[in-house]
């Protein structure tokens, strides 16, 4: 992306909203603004000269994060996908089954059932913790593809 006269003036300029005819790079060392005639864009010679190496050196940084981001990515996608499967799996057994429905309508359950505990305060936490992992598992794994 080339950058505009107006991105430049914001990598050497403190403000920009209000640049006249006058270079408003700030000089730290003297702590003032540069005050010399416009020559490229808002900035003079010097300062855009400046400006272009910093945002050269930006650029740089950002194409060397984004290259780092996507090999990061590509390494645990399957690392993800295996712990979303690991995940899904313990939900699918903590899950109460099908025949707790029976004793809705004849009053009896069946003993095997009965000494499963589902609605304890320990499984009701942990349910809600893996739906949650496995919500944010789904996102990371949609935002990669």
Known sequence: MKPTPLMLAAMVALRVDNIGDTCPAWI???????????????????????????WD?????????????????????PMKRARLADVEAEIARREPSAPLDR?????????????????TDTNVSRMAALHREADQLRAWLKEDS
């Open 103 to 119: 004793a809705a309508y004849t009053g009896n359950v069946h003993p095997s059932i009965a000494r499963r505990p589902h609605l």
């Open 57 to 77: 050196a930006r650029t740089a940084v950002e194409a060397a994060r984004s290259e780092r981001y996507a090999t990061d990515r590509a390494i645990l996608a």
């Open 28 to 54: 730290a060392s003297a702590d003032r603004k540069c005050g010399k005639p416009r020559a490229l864009g808002f900035l003079c010679a010097r300062h855009d000269k400046v400006a272009r190496r910093t």
